[in-house]
């Protein structure tokens, strides 16, 4: 089983170390990460590739989990973020006169929606099932 090295950063979060390899892990342990970085077996964390990793939390016996309000935060952020990116595109489209060009007031809707369904979300699993259209 893979295994990697996680320490609670200054943030309060999970900060994690990949070795290469090159190395064995533990020797990356002591050269390379802060005191109280342990290594864990990447079967025991949420998905490496996880959307919500800024809410990864560090238990004092050595577990992760993702914090339901550091959640609910990091998701708005990625939805707002998400609805800037689309902003110039769909400015463009409204000047067009595109048709099916859904109006700033239908956008300002579904960002809405989908923040408050974020703030309504009682898991983590329907926090990151939140997506801005």
Not at 89 to 100: C, E, F, I, S, Y
Request: one cysteine or more.
């Amino acid at each position: 089983m893979p295994q990697v090295i996680i320490y609670a950063n200054d943030s309060g979060h999970v900060s994690l170390c990949i070795p290469t390899g090159e190395i064995p892990i533990e020797d990356v342990l002591v050269k390379d990460c802060p005191p109280g970085a342990i290594i864990v077996d990447t079967a025991d964390l949420p998905p490496l590739n996880d959307s919500l990793f800024n809410a990864w939390t560090l238990q004092n016996d050595g577990t992760v989990f993702i914090d339901l309000q550091e959640a609910k935060a990091l998701r708005t952020r990625q939805i707002y973020d998400a609805a800037r990116a689309t902003l110039p595109a769909r400015q463009a489209n409204d000047a067009m006169g595109l048709p099916n060009t859904p109006s700033n007031a239908e956008w300002q809707s579904a960002l809405s929606d989908a923040t408050q369904a974020v703030q309504m979300a009682g898991t983590v699993d329907q926090v990151r099932d939140v997506v801005y259209p």
